[in-house]
C-alpha cells in the first residue's frame, strides 16, 4: 500500500515542502528510509517503533519504505518524525487519505508516544498557509506559535495516541484560535529618568533612537555609558506586525522565543559578552544558525567595552551594518539571514579610561592609546551615523532631587518622529531614516540654500568621505522630523555635522 504525508523542512529561515511517502509491501519486514536523511531523520525508526508499542498499536509486520522528496535536499533534526508515524498509521488504515491531503505535520516523536516541541514552526506554518494546506498539525509546546499565523487551522498534539482518535474521529482535537498579542507594559523596564546629567547624551540617543542611527559613546568610566545604553529598549518606537513576524521568524528559528507570548513584539536588545566570537555574532555551526546581529534583527545591538572585541568579530559587522543581511556559507550552500540592526557602542578612550578627561591624568603612553583607539577600525567608525563623548557626570547634577525626564515622555517623541517615517516610506521596504537608499537620499532630504552652503562648507574643510556626506544627511532627516520641518535647515545639518567630530578629536590625535 501507498501513502504521502506532507511535512515542513527548514533551511535558515526558509520552509520547504516535504512528502513523506510511504509504501507496504509484502517481505521481510524491514523499516528504511531513504531521500538524503541525516542521523537525526534516520533514528527516527527507533522513536516511532518504541511509540507504537507504548500506545498499544502493532507496528506493520510488512516491508516498510518511506522517502523524503524532494530527495536531493538534506533534509535534518527530527521535524519529520509525527508525519513519518502519520504515514503509517495511514497505511494501517486509520485515517481517510483525502482529509490528510490538506493537512501537514511537524513534530518530534519520543519514546514514550509524547509529541515534543520543534525549532522553526512559524515559518513552517506560513509557508504552509500559503501553500494553500487548510490544517497543520504541531507539538502542543508549539500551538500558540503556529497560531499566530491566520486562514489555517492550527492543531496541537500532546502524543500519538490521542492523534490516532482524532483521526479516526474518535476523540477530536480541538484546534487554537488565532493568537492575538497582549498590550505590552514597558512600566517594569529602566526608565531614563534614573540617569542624573547626561542631558546632551539622551538627547543625542534620542536623535539615534527616532532615526534608526548608529551611535559611539566614548567617555571615562564611570560617566554613565551603559546604563544609558541599558535604557535604550524603553525609548524606542513601537514595532509594525511585519516587523514583529521578521522578528519572530529569526528567533523560533534559534528556539528562543516564550512558548506563552510567541510573538516578538518588543525590539529586540542584545549585548552580547565581548569575548563572542566572529561566528557568535553573524552565525554558524554545520547547520548555520543566526547569530547576534540577527538577532537583533528590527531592534538594537550594544556592545560595551567596544575596544575589547576581537578585531575578526568586529570587522564581520561591516557588511551586515551596509546591506542589512547577513549570508553564511557552508560546503552544503548559503544561508541569509536578515539583520537590520541598531548599533550602540560604548568605550573608554584608552585602557586606562581616563584619557582627555578634565581632572584626572591620564597613565597610558600615546603608543598605548593610539593602539587602544586603533582597535576600532576607521571603516567600521565611519559607519556610525553619530559620534557622542560622553563626559563625567557634575556632582551637582548627582546630589540633585529634581526629577529627570522619564522614558514615556521621551518615546512620545521618538514614536511621533517615526509615524513621520512610516508615512513617507509607505509602499516602500525603507523603515527609518537611516536605511534611505542612495538614489532617494535627495527626494526625501531636501535642503535650503544656507544648509547647503554650511555642508558643502564642512565637507571640503573636513574631506568627508561619500558615506559621512549620506550619514549627515540622514542625521539631519531625523533631525528635521523631530522638529516637524519638511525641508532640512541650516541648524539641521550643523547638528549632524557636530555628532560626526569626535573621530578627529581622538582618532586623528
Known amino acids: 500500500m501507498f501513502a504521502s504525508i506532507n511535512s515542513l523542512g527548514l533551511l535558515g529561515l526558509n520552509a520547504f515542502p516535504v512528502y513523506v511517502e510511504v509504501e507496504a509491501s509484502k517481505g521481510i519486514p524491514s523499516f528504511d528510509i531513504v531521500g538524503l536523511a541525516d542521523a537525526a531523520v534516520r533514528e527516527s525508526r527507533e522513536r516511532i517503533r518504541s511509540a507504537f508499542r507504548c500506545c498499544g498499536l502493532n507496528f506493520p509486520h510488512q516491508k516498510v519504505m518511506i522517502n523524503l522528496a524532494p530527495a536531493d535536499v538534506k533534509k535534518t533534526g527530527s521535524v519529520h518524525d509525527l508525519a513519518i508515524a502519520v504515514a503509517l498509521l495511514r497505511v494501517m488504515g486509520f485515517s481517510d487519505d483525502e482529509r490528510l491531503k490538506r493537512s501537514v505535520f511537524i513534530g518530534e516523536v519520543s519514546l514514550s508516544g509524547e509529541i515534543r516541541a520543534v525549532q522553526g514552526v512559524l515559518p513552517m506554518t506560513i509557508l504552509a498557509q500559503k501553500s494553500g494546506m487548510e490544517e497543520i498539525y504541531v507539538p502542543i509546546e508549539n500551538l500558540r506559535e503556529a497560531s499566530v499565523v491566520e486562514g489555517i487551522k492550527c492543531y496541537g498534539v500532546a502524543s500519538i495516541g490521542e492523534l490516532v482518535f482524532h483521526l479516526a474521529e474518535k476523540a477530536e482535537i480541538v484546534p487554537a484560535q488565532t493568537y492575538v498579542p497582549e498590550k505590552q507594559n514597558r512600566n517594569g523596564a529602566l526608565d531614563f529618568a534614573d540617569v542624573k546629567g547626561q542631558a546632551a547624551a539622551k538627547k543625542a540617543l534620542e536623535l539615534a533612537a527616532a532615526g534608526g542611527h548608529n551611535a559611539l559613546m566614548i567617555g571615562s568610566p564611570g560617566s554613565g555609558k551603559s546604563m544609558l545604553a541599558k535604557r535604550m529598549p524603553s525609548i524606542l518606537p513601537e514595532m509594525t506586525f511585519e516587523e514583529s513576524i521578521e522578528t519572530t521568524n529569526i528567533h523560533s528559528v534559534a528556539g528562543l522565543l516564550d512558548k506563552q507570548s510567541p510573538l516578538v513584539t518588543e525590539r529586540p536588545f542584545r ?216 525641508i532640512i535647515d541650516k541648524k539641521h545639518i550643523a547638528l549632524a555635522v557636530q555628532y560626526r567630530s569626535l573621530d578627529r578629536k581622538y582618532w586623528n590625535g
Do not use: W
Open 271 to 486: 549585548s552580547p559578552h565581548h569575548t563572542v566570537s566572529a561566528a557568535g555574532l553573524a552565525g554558524g555551526g554545520s547547520v548555520p544558525k543566526p547569530g547576534e546581529i540577527s538577532l537583533a534583527h528590527n531592534g538594537l545591538l550594544f556592545l560595551d567595552e567596544l575596544a575589547e572585541f576581537s578585531r575578526p568579530a568586529l570587522e564581520i559587522l561591516r557588511q551586515p551594518m551596509e546591506d542589512q543581511q547577513v549570508t553564511i556559507s557552508r560546503v552544503s550552500g548559503s544561508i541569509t539571514y536578515p539583520s537590520s540592526f541598531m548599533l550602540i557602542g560604548a568605550m573608554n578612550p584608552c585602557p586606562c579610561g581616563y584619557y582627555g578627561h578634565p581632572t584626572r591624568k591620564c597613565i597610558c603612553s600615546h603608543k598605548q592609546v593610539a593602539n587602544y583607539l586603533n582597535k576600532v577600525s576607521g571603516p567600521l567608525l565611519d559607519r556610525f551615523d553619530v559620534h557622542l563623548e560622553v563626559a563625567p557626570v557634575e556632582f551637582s547634577d548627582l546630589s540633585s532631587t529634581a526629577k529627570e525626564e522619564s522614558s514615556a515622555d521621551i518615546r512620545a517623541r521618538v514614536q511621533a518622529a517615526r509615524d513621520i517615517q512610516n508615512k513617507r516610506y509607505k509602499g516602500t521596504h525603507i523603515t527609518c531614516n537611516a536605511r534611505i537608499t542612495p538614489d532617494m537620499l535627495h527626494e526625501v532630504c531636501p535642503v535650503t540654500s544656507q544648509a547647503e552652503a554650511l555642508l558643502r562648507n564642512v565637507f571640503d574643510k573636513l574631506g568627508l568621505s561619500a558615506r559621512a556626506y549620506d550619514k549627515i544627511m540622514k542625521v539631519a532627516r531625523t533631525a528635521a522630523d523631530m522638529d516637524g520641518a519638511e
